[in-house]
């Protein structure tokens, strides 16, 4: 069992393996998704309102830009996000035929005058936070290969844990330059250490997109899907328009009654169907930041009456679960200082990931022989999505603030600063040798990283800096630290072909080692 | 590593890689899908089950795929499991 487990665990985990670490590393810098926005855009600083009051300007701005539009969202803005967020629906076109009509363009409103926000044009922390599961591939199909990589990630999980025996031992053991058992060792403590989470975050990613990779059950229980998601929310798009002309009632007197009924409880959310119509609706989503559950409840009013037409049911436990389980993927509930926990766990993840595909390649190379051309592809794989991806990521933010502020296309142009350093780095590694390319690469991305700052102050200057700024600064020094750490390491740790030790070690250990690392 | 090595090389593993991936999905949706359909509490519930257990079914099944010596073993059980559950599923029609 064990063997065949450990087996499956390396082609698992290598396979998957590069696009997984990419996954990991946005995805852990998504916790901070709102906090990348605001340090991607300095110079918005709007004054604070209340949401019944973000609610009201959002809709004024709606009324004068898409007031025929099917379907308005808007989200309100909490003390992470700074801006109201609204998308709108246009109405379906009369042909029956022709597709449904496609969300329009995100706005981002200043939530006290409504006006779109004037800032450096960004995508933000939205970016990576898009990229953890779409991998910047056209739609379905970097969601379908970011899924692919988590079941990947699963099994790797599960076939792990099987392969492991002394899982409570290897706790605590970690013994440095000692070659591959070294490699072994990073990669037990960074796995075991944080394993509840990783299965927690593996299996929870894939709950968010359930509905798209596993849709059957639902086709076993609804002749009509819609029905489905109709039964978890108050669902506004099924409503009808009466053709009759109507105007919303004040929607800040809908918020604040929705907030009423909850205890105090946020509106996160708001959903107006058929916005100019007699018939419209106004649904209101609780803020799910104090709770576990990120499937809030929602109570649906009539829109020119402002009458309360409904409520989200109670759930059972089944749909709970499921809400919870996107709770725990997503973090929102986690204040501050679990926040930081839940970034830290992320990086063991990404540790984890990293340096079980190093020991893959470790446990392969023969001392002194040269390696083989699948081996050679799997280290040079490895240097350019480990070592040569934080470099890319650190291009983004730097390109942030080097970027002329008013430029046209400037957040397409930031994007490209990401991918071009990335992967011209893994393109540039090639020319060296695999050992000099790891340190070179690694302290490349330690001083982009290092970098970050000294830009920040020399573009923003200094009047423009407060405690957010001074935090979100001090980290990309503390990443900078431990990416130079990593190649200070490599660069101290003596070339393996040279040591002696591993050429004569005894075959008891060899086998035993074997075993272990299977 | 003796499993592996039972596992073969060439069509044989490519076989099993197909019937993991493509048979195991195909496997664990019929299952998910019957389970949803069957269990006796409320539609919505029930759904959220089976779509819950979804990836259970899906990584045991593949799990198993390369833990299982005997390929024959293997493709009869998964794409068995699939025709069998899936064919109850479409049989059942759905939910009344």
């Known amino acids: 069992m064990r063997q065949s487990m450990a087996w499956i665990h390396g082609w698992l985990g290598l396979l998957a393996g590069w696009i997984l670490f990419a996954m990991f590393v946005t995805g852990t810098a998504s916790y901070f998704r709102p906090e990348i926005t605001r340090w991607m855009q300095p110079e918005y600083r709007p004054r604070p309102v209340g949401n019944a009051e973000a609610a009201r300007t959002a809709v004024a701005w709606l009324q004068k830009n898409a007031p025929h539009d099917e379907q308005w969202t808007i989200y309100l803005p909490n003390e992470r996000t700074l801006a109201t967020r609204v998308f ?3 109405r379906p076109s009369p042909d029956p035929k022709a597709p449904r009509a496609p969300r329009r ?6 939530p006290a005058t409504g006006v779109p926000v004037e800032a450096r044009e960004t995508r933000g922390g939205e970016f990576f936070y898009r990229f953890h599961f779409q991998l910047q591939l056209p739609h ?4 379908w290969l970011a899924g692919l990589c988590a079941m990947f990630m699963l099994g790797a999980i599960l076939s792990g844990v099987i392969t492991h025996k002394r899982i409570f031992a290897d706790f605590f053991t970690l013994r440095w330059s000692k070659g591959r058992r070294s490699w072994l060792d990073a990669h037990n403590v960074s796995a075991v250490l944080a394993l509840p989470y990783h299965a927690m ?3 929870t990613g894939l709950i968010t997109l359930v509905v798209m990779y596993t849709p059957w059950p639902i086709l076993a229980n609804y002749a009509q ?3 489905f998601s109709a039964s978890l929310y108050a669902d506004t798009a099924s409503q009808k328009a009466s053709g009759q002309p109507g105007r919303l009632a004040d929607i800040g007197r809908l918020v604040e009654a929705a907030s009423a009924e909850w205890q105090g409880a946020r509106v996160s959310r708001v959903i107006i169907g058929n916005p100019d119509d007699a018939s419209s609706t106004v649904t209101l989503l609780r803020s799910s930041d104090d709770r576990l559950n990120a499937r809030s409840a929602s109570i649906t009013y009539a829109g ?4 309360r037409l409904s409520a989200s049911p109670a759930p059972g436990p089944a749909i709970e679960t499921a809400g919870v389980m996107l709770g725990l993927h997503l973090g929102w509930f986690a204040g501050p200082l679990l926040r930081w926990v839940c970034f830290l766990l992320g990086l063991t993840g990404c540790a984890m ?9 470790v446990k392969r190379r023969k001392p002194g022989a040269k390696p083989f051309f699948g081996l050679s592809l799997v280290d040079r794989l490895n240097i350019g999505a480990i070592a040569c991806l934080p470099a890319g990521m650190a291009a983004f933010l730097l390109a942030n603030r080097l970027l002329p502020p008013m430029l046209a296309g400037r957040a397409d142009l930031e994007v490209s600063a990401m991918f071009w350093t990335w992967f011209g780095l893994a393109g540039l590694s090639l020319l060296r040798p695999a050992r000099r390319a790891w340190i070179e690469m690694l302290t490349l991305s330690a001083l982009l990283f290092a970098a970050i700052p000294m830009v920040d102050l020399v573009t923003i200057g200094g009047g423009a800096f407060d405690g957010f700024f001074l935090a979100f600064d001090g980290t990309m020094v503390l990443l900078a630290v431990v990416l130079g750490f990593a190649a200070w390491r490599l660069a101290r740790r003596p070339v393996d072909a040279a040591r002696p030790r591993r050429r004569v070690s005894l075959a008891v250990s060899e086998v035993r080692e074997a075993m272990d690392v299977a | 590593m003796a499993s592996a090595q039972d596992a073969g090389r060439g069509w044989s593993m490519a076989g099993r890689c197909l019937t993991a991936l493509v048979g195991g999905y195909a496997a664990a949706a019929g299952l998910a899908t019957l389970l949803a359909r069957l269990l006796p509490v409320a539609r919505v519930e029930a759904t959220a089950w089976g779509m819950i257990l979804s990836f259970l079914f899906y990584a045991a099944f593949g799990l198993w795929a390369f833990h299982e010596p005997r390929l024959a073993r293997v493709a009869s059980v998964i794409w068995g499991s699939a025709i069998v559950t899936g064919g109850a599923a479409l049989l059942l029609g759905v939910r009344p």
């Open chain 1, 88 to 90: 709108t629906r246009a």
């Open chain 1, 105 to 110: 363009p995100e706005t981002r409103l200043d």
């Open chain 1, 140 to 143: 379905p199909w970097g969601r």
């Open chain 1, 201 to 203: 975050i593996t299996y």
């Open chain 1, 225 to 227: 899907p819609a029905v």
């Open chain 1, 304 to 307: 020119v009456s402002g009458e």
């Open chain 1, 353 to 361: 990931v990293a340096t079980g595909l190093v020991l893959w390649a």
